[in-house]
């Protein structure tokens, strides 16, 4: 339990969000830092390097006037000194902090670097004046005060009786302090911060996911029984608002999917017991009256029911494939107007109503024969069924579409009952009944059948009567031909 709820944890939102705040801001802190502590270094080191150079040119100076004497002016403390060496490696002159001991002129090593120019070579060569050049260095090896990192400047001058070589020194032991000082707050000032982003991006991200967390457990608890509840909205327009709203969308539809599916079951077993019942009644009344009773007529009405049931399976099992979007998977050319013909001739051998297919042009379309004849036959039955003495069928090309439209002369369909026909087990008034009626299913097969196939169908005034208008894609090189 405790590694799942470690797993759960690590793989959080909060933890991700809160890890990567972490990351950036404390990312950002460690380089801010380091580059603030680098040029309050070389700030600080450029102060130090331009008081030295003063102190070595005011020397120099001196020197080259014959005005040098024996003992400097010394700096004020041992954070400083001076030393003027001849030709021949004497000190003639210093500052009372360093009089009497040797030359402090240690040479440049590798590694030292220079505080000004950032050059990273070490060592610097600039031109004071024109008999005058100076060296800058960095070094630790100066015994004087209370030792630490010196800059040293070693500035050459040439006077009447040879050339004298000026040092100056400075202690960069302030300057030192001030940056480690600088550097030790840092580094308790950016843990601190960085805990305090964490901290707040943690209390953020869990106050942000906080209507996340509550239409998850509303969703959790949700059942197919219960899908009338939704999600709770928090209002506004962000990401979680339209969340909300796409889930309560979801819900509404899964809602009228379950209601669909039961009425669909249960309108399914209604239709599929009325025959199994019609054939059980009439062999239990001619078993009831075995001498009375007529066996041919009564295995007539029994195979008449079976048929009406099989009818009725095939269907409900074709609108399960189109349920589970099956069908107008292998399609090829069809010539549409030989099928519509077929299928008129076919109708016509079955019924005594009249229909006219004389203004069937040759018109090709990509489909699957076997579900666009059974769209055609269910047009074709349906406008029978309800035709009062004329049926019409037409087929023509209208711009990259195929038109076929099945027309009949009955009573018609009020407009607002035009969008309930292609419902599933949808039966209007008896007013469009003709022997019975069918089981509702035909035209919602029609519909189903036309989608599929990439058309649509729709339903026209054709006073009297009732137009059916399907239009389907041309075959590719039909249509582009037509253009």
């Known amino acids: ?16 969000t809160t890890a990567v705040a972490i990351t950036v801001v404390g990312s950002a802190l460690v380089l801010g830092a380091s580059l603030i502590v680098h040029a309050l270094e070389r700030s600080l080191d450029a102060g130090v390097v331009e008081s030295a150079r003063l102190r070595a040119q005011a020397v120099a100076n001196l020197a080259a006037g014959g005005n040098l004497p024996p003992v400097l002016v010394s700096p004020g403390d041992d954070s400083a000194f001076i030393q003027v060496i001849d030709g021949a490696g004497r000190v003639i002159s210093a500052t ?20 000004i120019g950032g050059d990273g070579t ?32 070693k500035r050459s001058v040439t006077v009447p009786n040879g050339s004298l070589t000026v040092v100056a020194g400075v202690s960069l032991q302030a300057s030192d302090t001030t940056v480690h000082r600088v550097t030790d707050e840092l580094l308790i000032a950016i843990p601190l911060i960085v805990l305090l982003v964490g901290a707040t991006a943690w209390l953020l991200a869990d106050r942000a996911l ?33 969340l909300a709203h796409t889930m309560n969308g979801m819900l509404k539809r899964l809602e009228e999917a379950s209601e ?39 295995v007539r009405g029994v195979r008449a029911e079976l048929d009406r049931l099989a009818d009725l399976i095939s269907d409900l099992l074709l609108l399960a494939r189109a349920d589970e ?44 024969p076997g ?7 269910n047009l074709l039955s349906n406008a029978v069924r309800h035709a009062r003495k004329h049926v019409a069928v037409d087929v023509r090309k209208e711009q990259d579409m195929a038109i076929i439209t099945v027309s009949d002369d009955g009573a018609g369909i009020p407009l607002a ?49 009732t137009s059916f208008r399907v239009r389907l894609p041309l075959l590719r090189d039909t249509a582009s031909r037509s253009s």
């Open 260 to 298: 669909l599916q039961r009425r669909f079951v249960s309108d399914s077993s209604h239709e599929l017991r009325s025959p199994v019942a019609s054939a059980i009644a009439q062999l239990d009344v001619d078993l009831a009256h075995p001498e009375s009773a007529d066996w041919p007529e009564t």
């Open 325 to 368: 979007h099956r069908l107008a998977r292998e399609r090829s050319p069809v010539d549409l107007d030989e099928l519509v013909s077929t299928e008129v001739v076919r109708a016509q051998m079955s019924t005594g109503i009249a229909i006219d297919a004389s203004t069937v042009e040759p018109v090709q379309v990509d489909a699957v």
């Open 371 to 377: 579900e666009l004849a059974r769209a055609v036959t």
């Open 122 to 153: 070490g060592s610097r060569n600039d031109s004071a004046e024109s008999n005058t050049t100076s060296m800058i260095s960095l070094t630790s090896a100066i015994p004087v005060g209370q030792g630490g990192r010196f800059l040293v400047i």
């Open 417 to 465: 009952d035009r969008e309930h026909v292609f419902e599933r087990f949808v039966r209007l008034d008896d007013s469009r009944t003709r022997g019975g009626g069918g089981s509702g299913l035909g035209l919602s097969i029609v519909r189903e059948i036309v989608i599929a196939h990439g058309g649509s169908i729709s339903i026209d005034d054709n006073s009297p009567g």
């Open 210 to 242: 906080l209507p996340v967390e509550s239409i998850r457990r509303r969703v959790e608890h949700i059942s197919d029984r219960d899908l009338d509840q939704r999600v709770p909205h928090p209002g506004g327009r962000d990401e979680i608002s339209r």
């Open 1 to 16: 339990m405790n590694k799942l709820r470690w797993a759960t944890a690590r793989g959080s939102v909060r933890l991700r």
């Open 96 to 115: 009372e902090n360093v009089a009497g001991q040797e030359p402090l002129t240690p040479p440049i090593r590798r590694g030292t670097k220079s505080t």
